[in-house]
């Protein structure tokens, strides 16, 4: 088991940026994918950003490409979803996720083992 925990969001305006980050309770062993997905209100949770606990690879879906950057620190145990020039259709509620498969684009919720609370990231405009 790994306990997931998501810090970081937060209302900012069109333009902005945040970065959340995501504390993971132990080493990721066993972990192989990791992954930031969003719900926003009435709508479905989208996976977002993907990467690897073993490597460098990341994905992102097409709305935060070039904008959006997903990153890890193994030392701290800790994903990180840099995000920059923020919309508002960016707002909604961002999960961590993990899984002990290797995943690929695009990502379902399904297939990731371990989630976090949630944090709100509210972009207005």
């Known amino acids: 088991q790994v306990q997931l925990v998501e810090s970081g969001g937060g209302s900012v305006q069109a333009g902005g940026s945040l970065k959340l980050s995501c504390a993971a309770s132990r080493y990721t062993y066993g972990i192989y994918s990791m992954a930031w997905f969003r719900q926003a209100p009435g709508k479905e949770r989208e996976g977002v950003a993907l990467?690897?606990?073993?490597?460098?690879?990341?994905d992102y879906t097409d709305s935060v490409k070039g904008r959006f950057s997903i990153s890890q620190d193994h030392a701290k145990n800790t994903l990180y979803l840099q995000m920059n020039n923020l919309k508002p259709e960016d707002t909604a509620m961002y999960y961590c996720?993990?899984?002990?498969?290797?995943?690929?684009?695009?990502?379902?919720?399904?297939?990731?083992?371990?989630w976090g609370q949630g944090t709100l990231v509210t972009v207005s405009s």
């Open positions: 996720a993990a899984s002990e498969r290797v995943r690929w684009m695009p990502l379902f919720p399904i297939d990731f083992e371990y």
């Open positions: 990467t690897y606990t073993g490597g460098g690879s990341t």
